[in-house]
Each structure stands twice: as C-alpha cells, then as structure tokens.
C-alpha cells in the first residue's frame, strides 16, 4: 500500500541552525513527491516536488529536499532556519499514477517544527 | 487571484444538524478536492471532481458526508446530521491540471458538540 512516514512528530531547533525533516514512502514505482508547510491556522503550500530527473530539487523560502531511491526516502534540508520557518511540514506522495500525473495525494503525518531565538 | 477561498473560517454546530461547507476554486482550474485533518488520522481526501463531476469519493467517511460542485466556481461539502467525531478541519483544494501543484484554501474548522 502507498504510504508516507514522518519519523520525528516534534523538531526543535535554534535560528541560523541547519534543519533536516525526515520522509520516508513506500510506493511501487518511481514516486512523484511534495512537501508541503502548513502555518497554524493557514492552509497548505506547497515548498518543492520531485517528478523526475535531479534528484536534488529546490524550493522556495531556501528549502530543498533529495530524493533517493535506494533509500525510499525524501529529506527536506535547509542550511539556515529562519524563525519564521516554525510551521508543521507534510511530505506526500502523488498516488494512483498514469502517464504524465497522479490523481491524488497521500500525506505523512507532519512534522512540528519550532525554532528557538 | 485570491486564491482558493472557503467559507465559513469556523463553524461550531450541535451535534444532528447539518453543517455545509463551501468552497469557491481558483478560476481556470480543473480540478477540486477536499480534505479533512485530523489529530487521529492527518490529512485525508476525501473527494476530489474533475469539470464538475466527481471521479473518486472512496474517502468519504460515510453516507452523512455529501459533494456537490454544481459548476465550475463552487463546491460545498455537506455533513447531515452531523456527529463529534466530525469535528476537524476541512481544507478544500484546487489544480489547473490533472497531476498539478494543489493549491490550498485556508480551511474551515469545524467543531461538533
């Protein structure tokens, strides 16, 4: 079954400290893959994806994540974190694939990041 | 664009009334779903329409939850009678294309007492 695991609930780190966020997925071909941020009380937005080809992706607001198959794993890094960056971060995966897209997307269970001045 | 919008922002209703929530897309896009979150159980969709119809619905809870998107510009998630259980945020989303970045709305709260 197509699944998405997010290993740390809580994070804690200090501003200007690096950050990774934790992705694991289990899906039975090459996945498409999303994280997502999600500032309290506010929807979700989208950060980066990975469809194919590098499997090293940038995203906005200084994020990127890698991809790596052997792995089934998604990491979300960013070298700087900012205390503005506190939120909850989702990692999903595009389910039900087809040629040239998904039709629906399946969610870990989030990450709580807080960042300490 | 304004962005996916919802409405109400809360809603706080007793439990056997119904509750409906609404949901107005982005224009142009093809696409709408809803989602409920959880503590217990994280993000779920629960429905999803492409131009309108619904093409997958497998993750509606039960018979008390119903969609509708009677055009393009609308959509309303309705829940009759409504239970405590019910209680969650419910986020609705659109995409121009099959596939697409999903674009989020900024939910609506619903509490059941």
């Known amino acids: 079954a197509q699944s998405v695991t997010q290993p740390d609930i809580h994070i804690t780190v200090s501003e200007g400290a690096s950050l990774e966020l934790r992705c694991n997925y289990s899906?039975?071909?090459?996945?498409?893959l999303f994280w997502y941020v999600q500032s309290p009380g506010q929807g979700l937005q989208l950060l980066l994806k990975?469809?194919?080809?590098?499997?090293l992706v940038q995203g906005i607001k200084g994020f990127e994540a890698e991809f790596k198959r052997s792995q089934s794993s998604f990491n979300l890094r960013k070298p700087s974190v900012h205390w503005s960056d506190a939120a909850e971060y989702f990692c999903?995966?595009?389910?039900?694939?087809?040629?040239?897209?998904?039709?629906?997307?399946?969610f870990g269970a989030g990450t709580r990041l807080a960042v300490h001045p | 664009d304004a962005g996916v919008i919802q409405s109400p922002r809360h809603e706080v209703t007793e439990m056997g009334q119904e509750v409906t929530l609404r949901c107005k897309p982005i224009?142009?896009?093809?696409?709408l779903f809803w989602y409920r979150q959880t503590m217990m159980r994280g993000l779920e969709l629960l429905i999803y329409?492409?131009?309108?119809?619904?093409?997958?619905d497998s993750g509606m809870p039960e018979d008390r939850f119903s969609a509708k998107m009677p055009n393009a510009s609308f959509s309303t998630l309705k829940i009759q009678p409504s239970e405590p259980r019910d209680s969650a945020v419910y986020f609705c989303?659109?995409?121009?294309?099959?596939?697409?970045?999903?674009?989020f709305g900024p939910g609506t709260r619903l509490t059941v007492t």
């Open positions: 989303a659109s995409s121009l294309v099959q596939g697409g970045e999903q674009y």
């Open positions: 224009s142009g896009h093809d696409y």
């Open positions: 329409f492409n131009n309108n119809v619904p093409i997958d």
């Open positions: 990975y469809f194919s080809g590098d499997t």
């Open positions: 999903a995966v595009g389910a039900n694939r087809f040629s040239g897209g998904y039709n629906k997307l399946i």
């Open positions: 899906y039975g071909a090459t996945p498409y």
